[in-house]
């Protein structure tokens, strides 16, 4: 055997003790360890550490093993399916929500988390809670070609309706499925949200980022919509997190930057929502003001934005105009924020400039939110 040869079979090992070689090469690699120690050595244990990694234990294992596990195999044979950066936080949340959902006691299943928004809150046990998220996780999946968990006959809401927002069709879903799942044991429910998951992050290829994923009221593109929906999935792990006092981490930094990013560019269309709500227009100082305010994020997704009063940014001739005002706050309480589980009236923010500005702003993040 050439070195080429054992080489190649060497890169394989990882995907072997992982079981995922196609067939020929995991025959390959089995033919070639009972003749080679070193690749037999390495062989046996990284089997050792896959063992430890099978579908039904934690997935939040300690000294990052997971990880290393993973990183190895990636390291020497690329992805299959490679999974585009922006489903990347989707993988992250459902995998760290399934971790606690894992260690949930019967008890515990039944436990109530208050789902806070727009000053009210949901109440659901984290069953229920599961197929909340699936079934609006399940309007990407019709995006993508995949079955509806809900059914064809969703409600709809016009994408130009105008004043409150009506969000009973996405409520709706969720309780529909709730319905469907009631005879079923969280358990049950669990492996039915993990699966559906799983089948969103194999469609999740870098070639479909720019369809559209139609919510009924308002449509974003794949890219978009998987971090949406990790977003809310970080979000509601919370809240089912907290009705069981579970520790929960928050978002890896870049994770988290691309929600706090998303937030940020939806943000001019809620401050124009909200304006004509108030106003049956525009409203005063709107279109073709050239106004805008800058947002500051501080924390582990620190940057910066420039976001636009009259909800468009300044035309490609024009040079952008100096903020009328600066707010400052942390990524993490942006993002809660935008989830409707903060108050805009008691945030802690640095505000400089025009403060009736940075009210508006802080007004109008919340309605970027659905139940």
Request: a negative charge.
């Amino acid at each position: 055997m050439t070195e080429q040869e054992h080489e190649a079979l060497r890169g394989l090992l990882g995907a072997w003790a992982l079981r995922a070689c196609l067939p020929d090469e995991a025959a390959e690699v089995e033919r070639h360890l009972p003749g080679c120690a070193e690749c037999a050595e390495e062989g046996e244990r990284l089997r050792r550490a896959a063992g430890r990694l099978s579908l039904d234990d934690p997935l939040d294992q300690p000294d990052g093993l997971r990880q290393q596990v993973l990183d190895f195999c990636l390291n020497r044979r690329a992805a299959h399916h490679p999974l585009a950066d922006w489903a990347a936080p989707f993988a992250a949340e459902t995998a760290k929500l399934d971790a606690l959902l894992r260690d949930l006691g019967r008890a515990e299943w039944q436990e109530v988390a208050e789902l806070p928004w727009r000053g009210g809150s949901l109440r659901l046990r984290p069953a229920e809670v599961l197929c909340h998220l699936a079934a609006l996780d399940g309007l990407v999946g019709t995006a993508l070609g995949l079955p509806d968990p809900v059914g064809s006959a969703r409600p709809r809401v016009p994408a130009q309706a105008t004043g409150p927002v009506p969000w009973g069709g996405l409520l709706q879903r969720g309780e529909r499925l709730a319905a469907q799942h009631a005879e079923h044991s969280p358990q049950e429910v669990r492996q039915f949200w993990r699966a559906q998951s799983q089948a969103l992050l194999r469609e999740a290829v870098p070639e479909v980022g720019d369809l559209p994923v139609d919510f009924g009221f308002t449509a974003l593109p794949v890219r978009d919509a998987f971090i949406d929906r990790a977003l809310e999935t970080w979000i509601h792990g919370e809240d089912v997190a907290r009705a069981v006092a579970y520790p929960y981490a928050q978002p890896a930094p870049g994770h988290l930057r691309q929600m706090v990013d998303l937030a940020a560019r939806r943000l001019p269309g809620a401050l124009v929502g909200r304006r004509q709500a108030a106003y049956a227009g525009p409203g005063p100082e709107a279109a073709g003001s050239g106004r805008t305010v800058r947002l500051v994020i501080e924390g582990p997704a620190a940057g910066q934005w420039l976001i636009p009063l009259d909800g468009r940014p300044s035309a490609p001739e024009q040079p952008p105009s100096e903020p009328v005002a600066e707010l400052v706050m942390d990524g993490v309480e942006f993002c809660a924020l935008a989830a409707a589980h903060r108050d805009p009236e008691h945030l802690p923010v640095g505000e400089y400039g025009d403060r009736a500005a940075i009210r508006e702003v802080l007004a109008a993040v919340p309605l970027l939110s659905r139940p």
